[in-house]
């Protein structure tokens, strides 16, 4: 588990099932409870199952997402103001069985259980590099300092199912290299490289 850091305003955590990653995810979470003003969070995931080319779906009509644990309140003005740009929008077929966001609110009702906190659950569509640009203008102003970002991502799905066999022998061992690349990239900033190194490695 991390050591305790209010600094600490954004995680990457999976989202494969909690048999899978659950251990690792809840201590990414955790991470993020150390923050002491923490009142919003913003969940970017993405869809598995729905076709969305250059969009990105969040809530229009809903006020609470509801999970085993209870309800969290939705932050409707944050989500009304995206939905002005016309890169979002209300699509509900995003939000029915898709695990990228809702694996992650149990998570957070109970690392911050007893505070009064807004979600943002955001799902992204297929995005080009423009779109990623101006989706991350979009949700910049979102994150001021009473706000956490979880990014919900399983990085690299290696195996013949996803298509992806890279390499056949030390299998942890390339595949922890092979997503240390890409978190490299990620902690120093540097989105192009990131991208760079996914397209020239094939990482999922």
Do not use: M
Not at 52 to 61: Q, S
Not at 138 to 157: C, K, M, N
Not at 162 to 174: D, L, Q, W
């Amino acid at each position: 588990p991390p050591e305790a850091d209010p600094s600490i305003f954004a995680v990457v955590v999976p989202h494969a099932g909690y048999a899978y990653s659950g251990p690792c995810a809840a201590a990414g979470i955790r991470a993020l409870a150390a923050h002491p003003d923490l009142r919003r969070v913003v969940v970017l995931g993405f869809s598995h199952r729905v076709s969305l080319p250059g969009r990105i779906g969040v809530p229009g009509r809903e006020t609470h997402y509801r999970s085993p644990l209870g309800e969290t309140p939705l932050d409707t003005a944050a989500l009304a103001a995206l939905l002005e740009n016309p890169l979002f929008a209300d699509v509900p077929a995003t939000r029915r069985g898709e695990n990228s966001v809702e694996l992650q609110l149990p998570l957070l009702q109970a690392a911050l259980e007893g505070r009064e906190w807004s979600l943002v659950p955001v799902t992204l569509g297929q995005l080009d590099d423009e779109a990623r640009v101006r989706a991350a203008a979009a949700l910049a102003p979102l994150l001021d300092e009473r706000t956490a970002l979880v990014v919900s991502s399983d990085f690299t799905h290696y195996g013949p199912n996803f298509g992806y066999v890279p390499f056949r022998t030390n299998i942890a061992e390339n595949l922890r290299a092979l997503d240390g690349g890409a978190i490299a990239k990620i902690l120093a900033g540097d989105a192009a490289g990131c991208a760079a190194y996914c397209d020239a490695t094939g990482a999922t």
